[in-house]
């Protein structure tokens, strides 16, 4: 049988082999009643150093898993405080760490020897690759927005972010959609372009253009095309909106209201004034991007396109015309004027239009009607006149004569029946200093006496000369 002290030997021999192992000893234990030699004291001595080793290894294992927040209890071993030394540390570079992490790259470390060397030059070149990148996402957002604002000026900022943002943006095909469509156009650009220098024609219509695309773009539409003096504006894509109809209308009536400021601009300048006319239609058009892989646009086609254009033929300035499709979208609040018959190719009847006079939620915006009266001139003017369709004259020229004249409107007595918005050019007698007949555009906007063929005629385009000759008419001036 073992002694007590062979006992204790085997149990620090075992003690020992399992730290070899790695492993966790328990304390030795001795019989209460040992006496206090030599043995009592090594057992308690190796106690201490199993307790200390113990706890080094805890240290060691909790630190190995990352787990830095806990009690490293009290030890006297120099293994026991350079493990709590090492969890102070750890927890001082995962706290600069997350101060990087966060951005801040005026952290270091230096109290890890060559670890700190390391994680420092870490740092370094993180601060430099992060700088870099900054500088260039500020290129990539400057030469973005470049890219916005240039491509902007030729087509709607809302189809340039169409384009950039969706994956697809550039995909050729189209969807079919309804939406409501704005056509605009001043009426007898022609003819007055042909009598200003074309520094002033540009000058003019770049101005109109500038005020008439801020108020389209305060609407959110999207200008599909400015083609000359003529806009085609969506409401509705490539951005859907619920209310495309309300936005359109009003569009169309601070359009009309802008027209004063630009001709305040143009009398300033010495130019003419000018009048605009505008359609609105509510219809199904396909919309998407239509062209080749080299050469593409975003624009709408279908018949909704071409009604709209009709409707627009058929303005006068300071007119909105709108659609039966567009009173339906619109629902209610619209204030209507005269109905108007517009006919258009491949629709069996015609269109009854109506005029736009206001709408009762922007009361600020009713447009007048025009009840401008035309006053008898000193005695009638013998003229001629031819009709005009699609810009060109085809048919004879007929006699007639104006027996009542304003600024802008006039009373032809005519040689037959006119229609209702027929466009028509007169030509006054020459004078002696006149190398031709002078001429001017109108439309016929109502009979006046069928049976004398008499009707209101609309100024649509009146050359400064001719507007000369007349207003002499009406003060006597001319043929007294």
């Known amino acids: 049988m073992l002694t007590v002290e062979e006992q204790q030997i085997d149990k620090i ?8 192992k790695g492993k966790k000893p328990s304390s030795i234990s001795l019989p209460e009643d040992y006496p206090d030699n030599e043995i009592r004291q090594t057992v308690s001595y190796i106690n201490r150093f199993i307790e200390e080793y113990n706890k080094g290894t805890e240290l060691l ?26 969890q102070a540390n750890l927890r001082h ?3 600069k760490t997350q101060r990087i992490a966060d951005g801040d790259f005026s952290h270091k470390v230096d109290f890890m020897g060559e670890f700190s060397v390391a994680f420092n030059s870490m740092t370094q070149q993180l601060k430099d690759s992060y700088e870099q990148l900054v500088k260039l996402n500020e290129e990539l957002d400057r030469r973005n927005q470049f890219i916005r604002n240039t491509f902007g000026r030729y087509t709607s900022a809302d189809i340039v972010e169409t384009l950039l943002d969706a ?18 156009d001043i009426r007898g650009f022609t003819a007055l372009a042909e009598r200003l220098e074309p520094t002033d024609v540009v000058a003019l219509l770049n101005h109109y253009l500038s005020a008439m695309v801020d108020v389209i773009q305060e609407n959110e539409g999207t200008i599909d095309e400015i083609i000359g003096d ?3 504006v969506i409401f509705g894509a490539p951005t859907a909106m619920p209310d495309a109809a309300q936005r359109a209308i009003r569009c169309a009536l601070e359009m009309q209201k802008a027209m004063r400021g630009v001709n305040i601009h143009n009398r300033q300048k010495g130019w003419p004034e000018i009048e605009m006319g505008i359609a609105l ?6 919309v998407g991007n239509i062209g080749s892989t080299k050469r593409s646009k975003y624009a709408v086609v279908g018949g909704t396109v071409n009604v709209t254009a009709r409707i627009e033929s058929f303005t006068v300035g300071g007119q909105v015309l709108v659609s039966p499709g567009l009173i339906r979208a619109a629902d209610t609040g619209l204030i209507l004027g005269d109905e108007i018959e517009v006919h258009a190719k491949g629709m069996p009847e015609a269109l009854r239009c109506h005029e736009l006079l ?18 008898t001139p000193a005695q009638p003017v013998r003229l001629t006149y031819v009709h005009l369709t699609d810009k060109h004259l085809d048919e004879q020229t007929q006699p007639g004569t104006l027996v009542g004249l304003s600024q802008r409107r006039a009373v032809l007595e005519a040689a037959g029946p006119l229609a209702r918005y027929t466009n028509i050019v007169l030509r006054l007698e020459a004078a002696a200093d006149d190398e031709e007949n002078p001429e001017f555009y109108a439309k016929v906007i109502r009979a006046l006496d069928d049976s004398r063929n008499v009707y209101l005629l ?5 050359p400064p000369g001719t507007r000369a000759r007349l207003d002499g008419f009406l003060t006597g001036a001319e043929g007294s």
């Not at 994956?167 to 056509?183: A, I, S």
């Not at 239609?281 to 396909?286: A, E, L």
């Not at 609309?458 to 009146?462: A, D, E, I, L």
Request: charged share 25%; with cysteine.
């Open 13 to 20: 021999t075992e003690a020992f082999y399992l730290m070899l």
């Open 458 to 462: 609309h100024f649509t385009s009146v």
């Open 61 to 86: 294992s909790s630190i190995s898993r990352g787990e830095l927040d806990f009690e490293a209890g009290k030890g006297q071993s120099v293994m026991h405080q350079s493990l709590k030394n090492l």
């Open 230 to 232: 003529a806009i085609l």
């Open 358 to 375: 206001g709408h009762k939620d922007y009361p600020d915006l009713v447009l007048e009607e025009e009840h401008e009266d035309c006053t």
């Open 281 to 286: 239609h509510t219809g199904v058009v396909v």
């Open 93 to 95: 570079l995962t706290w």
């Open 167 to 184: 994956p697809d943006g550039l995909k050729l095909g189209g969807e079919k959609r309804e939406v409501t469509l704005l056509m605009s």
